[in-house]
């Protein structure tokens, strides 16, 4: 182990920074569920008009 692993121990999170923690967490994970399901959406759409296109 180096000395500088050793003397930079960080103190534990408080029970508000772990809150605000994992509610930044929360946050990030739901943008990017709305980010696939928009995605999903748009390739939905463009199947069911490629699909249109070749029946016609």
Do not use: G
Request: aromatic share 0%; no cysteine.
């Amino acid at each position: 182990m180096r000395i500088a692993e050793i003397t930079n121990t960080s103190k534990p999170a408080t029970p508000q920074q772990q809150r605000m923690t994992t509610l930044q967490q929360q946050a990030k994970r739901s943008q990017q569920a709305v980010k696939q399901e928009r995605l999903r959406q748009q390739q939905q759409k463009l199947n069911q008009q490629r699909a249109a296109l070749n029946k016609s």
